[in-house]
Structures are given as C-alpha cells and as structure tokens.
C-alpha cells in the first residue's frame, strides 16, 4: 500500500542535506507532513542537537495519505543511496508498507533501491535555544575558510566576537592561529567566546550554500542556522569546557 509519494525539485540539496545530517547521525525519524518534512535528533554524543526542516514547496511531487508519517531510516544506509543521485537524475521516495523504495531516473538508466524501515520509537528532544550572546551572520565561504585556517594550529577552536568583530582563534602550546572576518555583521552587547570541536564545526557548515546564522555566548552553545536550497538546517553544539 502507497503511503507517501515524495519527489525534491533540487536533488542537490537534498543530497547535501542528508550527507550532512548523516555524519553525525546514522538513525532517526523523518516526519512528513502536510507543510513539509521534519527532523530532530541528538547526536550519540549528547553534544550536538540537530533540526531539519523541508517545506513541501520545495518538492515537485508531495502526496501523502495521511496528515503525519513517521518513517523511522537508517540514514547512513540512505545516505549511501543518495550518493548514486547525478545532479541532473530525478529523484523519487515512495514509502510501501514499511518499505522505502527510492527511484533515480537518470539520463541512461532507472535505477531503484529499497529501504527497509527500521524499529524506533518517537522520543522528544527537550532543548533550550540559545537566544542570549551575539548574534551573527556571515559568508559561509568565510566562515568555511577560517576554520580551515586554525584548523592547522589545533583541534580545539575559539569562536568569539571582541569590539564588535568576529574571530576564530585556536592554540596549541606556543603555537597560535587567529582569523577575524572582517565582512561579518554582528549584533553584540559585550565581548563573548567559547571553544568548540573543530570537526564538529567544520562539518556542520559544509552543507551552507550563502550566509550562516550563529548565536555565540559566553563559554556557551553556539548555535548556527543555514539553508541549502529549500532545505532549513539548524544545529545547537555544546561548547568545551577547558
């Protein structure tokens, strides 16, 4: 029995999407409903709180039979699916029963996948939001750029705001790398920074296509907000406590 029938416009985001998601997740619940898909989940961690939006304007195809479907995945495992997807393939989800069946009709060939769901349980994510600290946007090229730049002193970087600019700071015994981005508009009170992991930060901006939103505290979680294409991404990682 048909249970849903899903097909993005931008097959491009969608990958991004997923392969982003999927680093730090392997299983969760992909919500449909009537406004779009939705996605919440920690990562194993418990450092790193992770939420996906992806309004149903965004999908060339979007039939569902039922107001809400939950649809628990191995998001590695689709993951891996979506990297078969060539940018100019269409891209087809149908869920049967409790089986997703993923169609990539390419150019040369139709290709088709199945995806069994797996055994999970809904459970709430109970998060507070940052909302206190600066609050920034910024290029993600630039942003992408200056992690890699301290990314070669340590892995252990300093994201802070002082007299109203936005640095990237990471030190390693007398060793020490410091970016300032000098094109970031920033809405701030007071000095702020905090460390986080370097592997986690770069891996959360991969997938931002033009600005990134953040809202650093005081030794506090960041939180970082972007689009790819239709998709809405939000994360919120804890910070190290040195």
């Not at 981005?181 to 920074?193: C, F, L, P, T």
Request: net charge negative; hydrophobic share 45%; no cysteine.
């Amino acid at each position: 029995m048909l249970i849903f029938r899903v097909s993005p416009r931008d097959t491009r985001a969608w990958k991004t999407t997923f392969d982003v998601i999927s680093q730090f997740i392997t299983e969760g619940i992909l919500q449909f409903r009537e406004r779009g898909i939705e996605f919440e989940a920690l990562d194993p961690s418990m450092i790193l709180f992770v939420r996906m939006f992806y309004p149903k304007e965004g999908f060339s195809v979007y039939e569902l039979k039922h107001p809400i479907v939950n649809v628990p995945l191995p998001l590695s495992e689709l993951q891996r699916i979506l990297g078969r997807v060539q940018q100019s393939a269409n891209l087809i989800l149908e869920l049967h029963g409790s089986t997703l069946k993923i169609y990539i009709e390419g150019e040369r060939s139709i290709k088709e996948y199945l995806l069994p769901v797996i055994d999970m349980e809904p459970s709430p994510v109970a998060i507070n939001l940052p909302q206190e600290g600066a609050k920034i946007i910024a290029l993600a090229e630039d942003i992408r750029d200056a992690l890699r730049d301290v990314g070669v002193v340590s892995k252990q970087v300093t994201v802070g705001v002082k007299d109203g600019k936005l640095y990237f700071e990471s030190v390693e015994g007398n060793s020490k790398a410091k970016t300032v981005i000098e094109r970031a508009n920033v809405d701030a009170s007071s000095n702020v920074k905090s460390v986080y992991p370097l592997d986690y930060l770069s891996s959360i901006v991969r997938g931002a296509e033009d600005e990134i939103s953040m809202v650093v505290g005081e030794d506090s979680p960041i939180r970082i907000d972007y689009r790819t294409g239709d998709a809405r991404l939000m994360f919120v990682l804890a910070p190290i406590l040195l």
